[in-house]
């Protein structure tokens, strides 16, 4: 059976760096693009990075870009959001998707992706 599950989420100050892990069972990452999301308290959850088929191409939020890095490791069926300098509104609990094939648009749309992992809380605070 397919399953996601993320590990790495926790407490830090800000400025911190945390880096978040999403690995993959039932399946194999390499034929699959991956997004990350992520869902504040009452707000809606939004799309955070994406990295694609063979790492062809990555994307971010531009709330992100500059801090965050996503990364895929095939051989370990891993995929990685590194997260530096961390703000307190970057805490949401953070979720990886994915989907079969490339994206070429649309990378932060939620519908695209087919399957979810549970989520892994991030919070930031002093």
């Known amino acids: 059976q397919v399953q996601l599950v993320e590990s790495g989420g926790g407490l830090v100050q800000p400025g911190g760096s945390l880096r978040l892990s999403c690995a993959a069972s039932?399946?194999?990452?390499?034929?699959?693009?991956i997004g990350w999301f992520r869902q504040a308290p009452g707000k809606e959850r939004e799309g955070v990075s994406c990295i694609t088929t063979s790492a062809g191409s990555r994307y971010y939020a531009d709330s992100v870009k500059g801090r965050f890095t996503i990364s895929r490791d095939n051989a370990k069926n891993l995929v990685y959001l590194q997260m530096n300098s961390l703000k307190p509104e970057d805490t949401a609990v953070y979720y990886c998707?994915?989907?079969?094939?490339?994206?070429?648009?649309?990378?932060?749309?939620?519908?695209?992706?087919?399957?979810w992992g549970q989520g892994t809380q991030v919070t930031v605070t002093s």
């Open positions: 998707a994915v989907r079969s094939g490339f994206v070429y648009s649309g990378w932060s749309n939620e519908k695209i992706y087919t399957d």
């Open positions: 039932g399946f194999n990452l390499n034929t699959y693009s």
